[in-house]
């Protein structure tokens, strides 16, 4: 099985990343990596963090002369902001315990970890919860999932992503998802060319009308103080049948277990998804037929997965993205004293993450791809 493991704060030292299970050979470099969180940096509704970081990876163990060896691969992301946070995240206890300016963090921001957080973990300080609950901790995963995709392409296996809808904008225009397999097919180059056009839009969706009207609507809402969130679609092609197990290690539940790590993510569906619920068995069953010797389907509305286990039809997943949880506007909470208080959330805060959590979403799904090849033994 593959193994994973990120550390570090968002305002910490730096981040650092455990890869174990990667077999030996495989061809491997800084770039591969550093390209990966270079996406993940980029796209329109970033907040100014961006501006400061310029990430890229460090590969501390597990190659030599550009391979794999065998040995657990182990990165490390530098936190240029850290600079101005030493005091604050020093490691060491500085008089009473607390940062150098005795700087507490008190109340819990609402849609954030930080209450959950302190009272699992009975912390006084909110800064121990949200400093590892942030976002930041992502640019370890892109790592990680940049070797997985490495090892996927020996296998032919392209995992993509793009936007479909921003904050009610939804795109009309080219989609692979359960499309119809007669006279209107797509190969997986027309796929990969709508993943070429959503990689050149700021907001990563393929459609160029709807892209712009994504940009007014994340505009608009920042100038309010407030944020957006959305639905991003992940196609993984060449997926070979056979891939999962039919009762407790689905591939479908641990995709959707993966992607619903990711601290955004409030909903997956696969296929057809919740559109299933509306239609008949007659509507939803994908029926096949033969296609060069191989059986086909004509439509896709179970998502490549039938049973827990892929088909060796495109995998297509769609996440719902909420909203950015830090905002300009005041809202109500309490202090660590149970007085009802208010909030206005300072900082530096993308209004909309949908375009930069695409890499991220990739990731996840391809460490699930990788493993799962690895317990088949395909």
């Known amino acids: 099985m593959l193994r994973y493991l990120t550390a570090g704060e968002s305002h910490g030292k730096c981040l650092t990343a455990i890869l174990d299970g990667v077999p030996a050979n495989l061809v491997l470099s800084e770039d591969d990596i ?62 009473n315990g607390q940062g150098a300016r005795g700087e507490e963090v008190t109340r819990p ?21 949200l400093e590892r609950s942030s976002a930041r901790e992502t640019a370890a995963r892109v790592a990680v999932g940049a070797v997985c995709k490495k090892f996927l392409d020996e296998f032919g296996i392209k995992v993509m992503s793009w936007v479909v809808e921003i904050g009610g904008v939804r795109s009309q225009g080219p989609a692979p998802a359960g499309f119809k397999r007669g006279s209107g097919v797509r190969s997986e180059k027309d796929i990969e060319d709508i993943f ?90 994908d029926e096949m037929y033969i296609k060069d010797k191989r059986v086909a389907f004509r439509t896709n509305n179970a998502g490549g997965i039938l049973g827990g286990i892929s088909n060796g039809d495109d995998i297509v997943v769609r996440i719902a993205v909420k909203p950015t949880a830090s905002i300009f506007r005041t809202q109500k909470t309490i202090d660590n004293y149970g007085k009802e208080i208010e909030i206005k959330v300072g900082g530096r805060h993308d209004p909309c993450i949908c375009p930069r959590i695409v890499p991220v979403a990739e990731a996840m799904m391809s460490i699930v791809m990788v493993d799962h090849l690895f317990r088949a033994r395909l």
């Open 196 to 285: 070429k056009l959503a990689e050149v839009s700021d907001v990563r969706c393929p459609d160029k009308n709807t892209a712009q009207k994504m940009i007014k609507k994340i505009r608009e809402v920042k100038k309010r103080g407030d944020s957006i969130g959305g639905i991003v679609e992940i196609i993984t092609i060449g997926v070979p049948p056979g891939l999962g197990e039919p009762v407790f290690d689905k591939l479908n539940a641990d995709i959707a277990k993966a992607l619903m790590s990711i601290g955004a993510v409030k909903g997956v569906e696969i296929g057809s998804g919740f559109k299933s619920a509306l239609l008949f068995g007659s509507q939803n069953n």
């Open 109 to 129: 921001r609402p849609g954030h970890a930080d209450l959950a957080g302190v009272l699992k973990y009975r912390q006084y300080d909110i800064r121990n919860i």
């Open 34 to 95: 550093n390209e990966e969180l270079r996406r993940r940096q980029v796209g329109y509704g970033r907040g100014n963090r961006m501006s400061i970081e310029r990430d890229t990876a460090e590969i501390t163990s597990g190659v030599r002369f550009g391979k794999t060896i065998g040995a657990p691969v182990a990165m490390i992301i530098k936190n240029r902001d850290w600079q101005n946070w030493k005091e604050i995240m020093n490691v060491w206890a500085r008089g």
